[in-house]
């Protein structure tokens, strides 16, 4: 019954996720993806004594640091467009 209840409730809410991604933009939740790695991390070495080979960790290095050089240089790009005054035209005689 226990397991019964398990599987019901986990596909509830994985329904409910995915319905809720059509009410966003396709970027909006993709860091939450970033969250998952350390969770599952921390979750696999408690649970089973287990940490990622040096392979694995290396992979996750560089997609963790890709993702933030990614979002580093967004926030650099958006933040001298806002600085940057919008251009004047001349006005029409």
Excluded: C
């Amino acid at each position: 019954m226990l397991l019964f209840l398990i599987s019901l409730f986990g596909t509830i809410a994985h329904l409910k996720v995915t319905w809720s991604l059509q009410f966003v933009p396709s970027a909006a939740p993709a860091p939450f993806a970033y969250i998952e790695i350390p969770i599952t991390t921390l979750v696999g070495f408690l649970i089973f004594s287990d940490l990622p080979n040096g392979i694995a960790a290396l992979g996750i290095l560089i997609s963790v640091s890709a993702r933030l050089s990614f979002k580093l240089r967004e926030r650099a790009k958006h933040r001298a467009l806002q600085a940057k005054p919008a251009p004047r035209f001349p006005a029409r005689t």
